[in-house]
């Protein structure tokens, strides 16, 4: 039985990609009079804008009202993943190699479930990071969560994304 989170994905991914975009990621969290649904989303190129996430809001909102999977009252938020994003996917950790992630697992691995260091390698469903100069090997499946790290790096490439799509759009005459 798929969880309410997997429910989710498979309901509004069909609605993101047809206004071209993808889902990062999906998450609740609890607040004090509403649990809040946050969705991350954004564009093939890694960018997305305030009027984007009210669109997409908008059209989230549609699906999940028709569809009524929700138990409760919630508050909807459609955001950025933003530069320090969230990796979710393996294909994250591909994306991202050499920039620096905190990651925790479920259980430990070399004696520990916390690591910061820099994305080495990822090899089938294994992701290797370096951490004080140690590569320690992560099966996909036992990592509980992981994000980037903001770096000066990280800040570069993200600027040089920016630009690209700025350059792409112009082109194309968006």
């Not at 430990?108 to 390698?121: C, M, T």
């Not at 990822?122 to 036992?142: M, R, S």
Request: some cysteine.
């Amino acid at each position: 039985m798929k969880t309410l989170v997997e429910q989710i994905e498979a309901l509004i991914t069909p609605s993101l990609t047809s206004m071209g975009f993808k889902l990062v990621q999906v998450k609740f969290m609890d607040g004090k009079r509403a649990q809040t649904l946050q969705i991350m989303a954004e564009r093939p190129d890694g960018t997305i804008n305030v009027d984007d996430c009210a669109n997409i809001s908008r059209q989230i909102s549609a699906v999940l009202d028709v569809e009524d999977i929700m138990p409760a009252a919630y508050r909807l938020e459609v955001s950025s993943p933003g530069i320090d994003r969230p990796l979710v996917k393996i294909a994250d950790y591909t994306a991202y190699l050499g920039h620096t992630a905190k990651i925790e697992t479920l259980l430990p691995i070399n004696g520990r479930k916390r690591f910061a260091g820099v994305l080495k390698a990822v090899e089938e469903y294994t992701v290797i990071i370096t951490v004080d100069g140690q590569d320690h090997a992560l099966p996909f499946a036992d990592i509980q969560s992981a994000k980037l790290v903001l770096t000066d790096a990280l800040i570069k490439a993200h600027q040089a994304r920016q630009a690209s799509a700025s350059n792409t759009q112009e082109n194309e005459g968006v």
